[in-house]
């Protein structure tokens, strides 16, 4: 059943990114013009049909570091995943083509610190400007946690876990938030529960916690996510619908798309058509969308057509089948 579920998470990530890859940077006026609706080739990156970014590449890295013994029950071992950030960006290690392209500022100057030789906890810039997607992008695999997976999860354990984890490229709790909503989300799929009441059954979760974190830094941030802890998001229109690189907007626009549409297919395309960082919004929406329809629900010939498949297909099963 992990297995499963993995793999719809992976792969589903990893085609969002790839059906976003080649129209990167373009705003949404363009995608009205001449939407997406499969995967493409060459564009932003010039790189083949079925080429997925760094968003899976870190993805990738920090699920082989939880796949390890003991990975997904105590603290992940954040040096063994700093050491693949590393080899990723250096050496292309877990990429779609041998190739590393598409890096954040936040992301390098990370990669940077730790081969400089500064902790993995203490890596990521933390400044207010410093709140990029690149830890949303990559954080999913966390869900898979016993922290995140037990029946009531204790939500400040989940939260110190998430911050650590987060906190390797990027160190504002703005950041933090953004990912802990996510994995709530997440989880609330993972369980089997429809998208709407993933979405509820999470807002109702962290509403609750937050005001157990009074004036903590997670309280603090709270206002930039109103539309989701107040549930206004669904409602919202397109033009309020933000698609920047900025981890505000990626999470809501995400959780937007998972809302108002009943396919795998209709919930990444509408995100990568919304423009500007197509390849993360559509891989935030694609793993929600993978564990909301399943791997069965994600196109086949989008799936043949994803670079490395096999390899992904193999780390999932290391990452979900250990524990069966
Ligand atoms: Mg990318």
């Not at 369980?191 to 916690?209: D, I, S, T, V």
């Not at 309020?240 to 907007?249: A, F, L, W």
Request: aromatic share 8%.
């Amino acid at each position: 059943m992990k297995t499963t579920a993995t793999r719809a998470a992976l792969l589903g990530l990893a085609v969002g990114d790839a059906l976003g890859v080649p129209v990167e940077f373009i705003d949404r006026e363009a995608r009205r013009r001449d939407p997406v609706t499969g995967l493409r080739g060459y564009g932003t990156h010039h790189q083949p049909p079925g080429t997925w970014s760094d968003d899976s590449s870190l993805t990738f890295c920090l699920a082989e570091t939880l796949a390890r013994p003991g990975g997904l029950t105590g603290l992940p071992d954040l040096v063994d995943f700093s050491r693949r950030a590393i080899n990723w960006l250096d050496q292309a290690y877990w990429t779609a083509t041998a190739e590393t392209f598409d890096v954040g500022g936040a992301t390098r100057t990370a990669i940077q610190r730790l081969q400089a030789g500064v902790s993995p906890t203490k890596a990521g810039p933390r400044s207010e400007l410093d709140n990029g997607n690149g830890a949303l992008m990559r954080i999913l695999p966390l869900v898979f946690h016993a922290t995140w997976q037990a029946e009531k999860p204790d939500l400040p354990a989940a939260w110190a876990l998430t911050e650590a984890v987060a906190s390797v490229t990027h160190g504002h709790p703005r950041s933090t938030l953004g990912c802990f909503l996510y994995l709530l989300v997440a989880r609330g799929l993972l369980l089997g529960k429809a998208p709407a009441e993933a979405y509820a059954q999470a807002r109702e979760m962290a509403n609750h916690w937050l005001h157990t974190q009074a004036k903590g830094p997670a309280f603090m941030e709270w206002p930039h996510y109103a539309a989701f802890f107040e549930g206004s998001l669904p409602g919202l229109a397109e033009a309020e619908i933000q698609s920047s690189g900025y981890v505000v907007h990626t999470l809501h626009a995400a959780l937007w798309c998972l809302l108002r549409h009943d396919t795998y297919a209709a919930t990444v395309l509408a995100a990568v058509n919304l423009g500007k960082d197509t390849d993360t919004t559509g891989a935030v929406a694609g793993c929600l969308a993978g564990l909301a329809y399943g791997e069965a629900g994600i196109p086949a010939e989008w799936l043949a057509a994803l670079a490395r498949r096999a390899d992904i297909e193999d780390l999932a099963a290391r990452l979900g089948g250990r524990d069966k």
